[in-house]
């Protein structure tokens, strides 16, 4: 596996909490966007099919997104209207960080900078370098106990606040 396509290892996150299956992942989804405010990074890590766009699926309906919501595996880019704007973005297509212009990564990222919108990656490798300090949740899906059990770890820079740690620790008071 290239660079690019690395996928972090679950001991540097801590434990997570358990989907059962795609439903409970968008539920997940959902529940995680009440928590953001705007001017968010997320990166999503896991494997092919661990279920990186169903939880962004979620997320984008508890933001109000009415559009369907598909992989951007191919377009690179999707963009939703919500409460807040959704930047979507696939990076498994991208050999090199030098791709970033060609599909407007630096105005997106001063647009989410601006705090007006959120960006969120699937496959994020490339767009490591680019993000320089900017703050980061980052959320890795590895497998579950069972065939259709994910467990969806979350760690941040800075430290995710409170409520996004209850929500990844199964402590979610609404869950
Ligand atoms: N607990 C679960 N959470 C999410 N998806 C699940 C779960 N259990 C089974 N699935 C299935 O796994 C697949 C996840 O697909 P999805 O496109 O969300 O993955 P992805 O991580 O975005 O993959 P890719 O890297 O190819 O973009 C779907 O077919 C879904 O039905
Ligand atoms: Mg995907």
Redesign the pocket.
């Known amino acids: 596996m290239d660079p690019g396509h690395a996928v972090p290892a679950a001991a540097s996150f801590p434990a997570g909490v358990e989907?059962?299956?795609?439903g409970?992942?968008f539920g997940l989804g959902e529940r995680a966007a009440a928590l953001l405010r705007g001017g968010e990074v997320l990166l999503l890590h896991?494997g092919?099919?661990?279920?990186?766009?169903?939880f962004v699926q979620g997320l984008c309906r508890g933001l109000g997104v009415t559009a369907e919501v598909v992989?951007p595996?191919f377009t690179l880019v999707n963009t939703y209207e919500g409460r807040l704007r959704v930047h979507h973005l696939?990076f498994?297509r991208i050999e090199s960080p030098a791709d970033l212009p060609d599909i407007g990564v630096p105005d997106l990222l001063d647009e989410v900078e601006d705090g007006g919108a959120v960006l969120v990656a699937?496959?994020p490798g490339p767009l490591l370098a680019a993000l320089g300090p900017l703050p980061r949740l980052e959320f890795l899906?590895t497998a579950g106990g069972g065939p259709?059990?994910?467990r969806w770890h979350l760690r941040g820079q800075p430290e995710p606040a409170a409520a996004w740690r209850a929500l990844f620790s199964g402590g979610d008071p609404a869950c």
Do not use: H, I, N
């Open positions: 989907t059962t299956g795609p409970e992942t896991g092919l099919g661990a279920g990186k766009t169903c992989s595996t696939d498994y699937e496959w899906a259709s059990s994910r």
